[in-house]
């Protein structure tokens, strides 16, 4: 089956350079999640996106934007990078939200390794 | 407060000794959705479980099995005669506010 597409797979940026990584969620799932996971830490929330609109806001930077585009992948934009900035960083999707009734799972990509330098 | 507990940090086991994952969960809803996730070595998300608050019955999926008591408020995952493969860390999850919340995850090695 189909899983969710994270590319890059290895990113390698000098700081204060720009990095877009992108997200192709698994066919037919309109919701898509991305989370930052810093070295030894959990996955923390950054944003999401329901039919192609921005559903919610975590702790993203002001310095990080996202999108989700008419075919529902999304890109995850991140300008004047910074060292802490080195994280793995996920896409996840599912079928409308997965809870609040809809009972849907959420899938995750294999995550985009950002290494700032 | 909307949190998830997993108290262990690190686990280590001998090949086929049974490991038990703790998780704890605080919620003010009365319907929500707990999830666990594997993290091997080579970093990606794997979905495991998916269980709503309206379930209680365990579950076993091969080597897996899940324990969720409403009443403690926890959501406990085993693994059986553990292999060198599950060896990753476990993160357990609540879905709340149309998002998942992870724990801080427990790192099980398995030692052959």
């Known amino acids: 089956a189909a899983g969710v597409i994270q590319s890059p797979r290895h990113l390698i940026k000098e700081k204060r350079e720009t990095a877009t990584l992108k997200c192709y969620p698994i066919?037919?799932?309109?919701?898509v999640y991305w989370y930052q996971q810093g070295p030894g830490q959990d996955p923390q929330f950054l944003i999401s996106?329901?039919?192609?609109?921005?559903?919610d806001k975590g702790s993203i930077p002001d310095r990080f934007s996202a999108q989700q585009f008419s075919d529902y992948h999304s890109e995850l934009n991140m300008s004047s990078l910074e060292l802490g900035d080195s994280a793995l960083y996920f896409c996840?999707?599912?079928?409308?939200?997965?809870?609040?009734?809809?009972?849907?799972?959420?899938?995750f990509g294999e995550g985009s390794w950002l290494t700032v330098v | 407060a909307q949190k998830v507990t997993q108290a262990q940090t690190e686990i280590s086991v001998v090949e086929k000794e049974d490991v038990t994952l703790d998780c704890v969960y605080e919620?003010?809803?009365?319907?929500?959705?707990l999830f666990w996730y594997k993290q091997p070595p080579s970093g990606e998300l794997v979905f495991l479980i998916r269980?709503?608050?309206?379930?209680?019955q365990n579950e076993i999926s091969g080597r897996y099995s899940w324990n969720f008591q409403k009443s403690t408020s926890s959501f406990n995952f085993t693994i059986t005669a553990s292999q060198v493969v599950d060896s990753a860390v476990y993160f357990c999850?609540?879905?709340?506010?149309?998002?998942?919340?992870f724990g801080a995850g427990t790192t099980v090695t398995v030692r052959a």
């Open positions: 999850a609540l879905w709340y506010d149309y998002k998942l919340s």
């Open positions: 919620t003010r809803d009365t319907t929500y959705y």
């Open positions: 066919p037919r799932h309109d919701t």
């Open positions: 996106f329901y039919e192609k609109m921005q559903s």
């Open positions: 269980r709503n608050s309206f379930d209680e």
């Open positions: 996840a999707s599912s079928l409308g939200f997965g809870g609040r009734g809809s009972g849907n799972t959420i899938y």
